[in-house]
Every structure is written in C-alpha cells, then in structure tokens.
C-alpha cells in the first residue's frame, strides 16, 4: 500500500512540475532568469535544469555547483557567489 502511494505522490509532483514549467515558459520566459542549483540536490537541479531550457532570454544564466547543497550554504561555500548574483541583477536593471 505504500509503496502504491509514494508512486502517486510521485506523479502528483510531476504534474505540479510540468505545470510550473508550463506556467513559467507562458508568462516568464522571454524575461532574465538566474537559476542557481546543485547536482546532488535530487528534484531542484532537475527542475532547475528545465527552467533554464524553458528560458528564452538571452541574459537568463544558470549556476550550476557540484554536490547537495542548497540555499545559503552555497554563499558559505563559493564566497564570489553573493557578488556574481549582485552583479546579474545589476546588468539586468541597467
């Protein structure tokens, strides 16, 4: 019986994801999107990958680190990241 259920909640989340990804290509896509993830952060590096092939702008970037952290442990363990975020959203609002 578990395992029935953690198949369709497996499912459930992959709709919610497609229809974000659906949501996002609809309304954001043509604007500048930084994405920043780990590769060892299971389904966020997945869905983070999709958003970047979604993204159609041409200043849209992707950060992409090794490993599973995730959040403000990235800032602690690349120090020049909190810098390269200022500096995209600087370029943006330019």
């Known amino acids: ?3 029935v259920c953690f198949k369709k909640c497996e499912a459930l ?3 919610l994801l497609a229809e974000k ?12 999107t ?3 993830a780990s590769e060892g952060d299971g389904g966020n590096y997945t869905s983070a ?3 970047f092939a979604a993204a159609n702008n ?4 992707f950060i992409s680190y090794k490993g599973e952290d995730h959040g403000y442990p990235l800032l602690d ?3 020049h990241l909190a810098t390269s975020i200022v500096s995209w959203f600087d370029s943006q609002l330019h």
Request: proline share 3%; hydrophobic share 45%; glycine share 4%.
């Open 1 to 3: 019986m578990l395992s």
């Open 77 to 79: 363990r690349d120090k």
């Open 49 to 51: 990958q999709k958003l």
């Open 21 to 32: 990804i659906e949501r996002f290509e609809r309304l954001l896509a043509d604007k500048p």
């Open 58 to 61: 041409g200043n849209s970037r």
């Open 34 to 36: 930084l994405i920043i």
């Open 13 to 15: 989340i992959f709709i």
